[in-house]
Nanobody, 121 residues
Framework: QVQLVESGGGSVQAGGSLRLSCAAS????????MGWFRQAPGKAREEVAT???????TYADSVKGRFTISKGNAANTLYLEMNSLKPEDTAMYYC???????????????WGQGTQVTVSS
């Protein structure tokens, strides 16, 4: 029933910008804890940014100051604004929703299929 559909990925040169969108159906973004994750070939999946149900945000050190996570409540969509992109940002980006805690580790119930971001030198 719940679906997350990412869009907005593409190929850009270093220093460029992209805005990723995650359109949600089957639940309400405004009341959901959500996050953006990425995975590059040969690397583990990493958390990029999160936003809680009350709007509190966190960022990975590698993207802090360059990326901004936000909710568009009217559109029921999660966004990730990415500026000053670097080649090391190249990865498949996924959105996730409904955070739970298993011990001290976060777990997300719902995941999108991903959108590819490629940053060239």
């Amino acid at each position: 029933q719940v679906q997350l559909v990412e869009s907005g990925g593409g190929s850009v040169q270093a220093g460029g910008s992209l805005r990723l969108s995650c359109a949600a159906s089957g639940y309400t973004v405004s009341s959901s804890s959500m996050g953006w994750f990425r995975q590059a070939p040969g690397k583990a999946r990493e958390e990029v940014a999160t936003i809680g149900s009350a709007g509190t945000t966190t960022y990975a050190d590698s993207v802090k100051g360059r990326f901004t996570i936000s909710k568009g409540n009217a559109a029921n969509t999660l966004y990730l604004e990415m500026n000053s992109l670097k080649p090391e940002d190249t990865a498949m980006y996924y959105c996730a929703a409904e955070r739970r805690w298993i011990g001290n580790k976060p777990w997300y119930r719902y995941w999108g299929q991903g959108t590819q971001v490629t940053v060239s030198s």
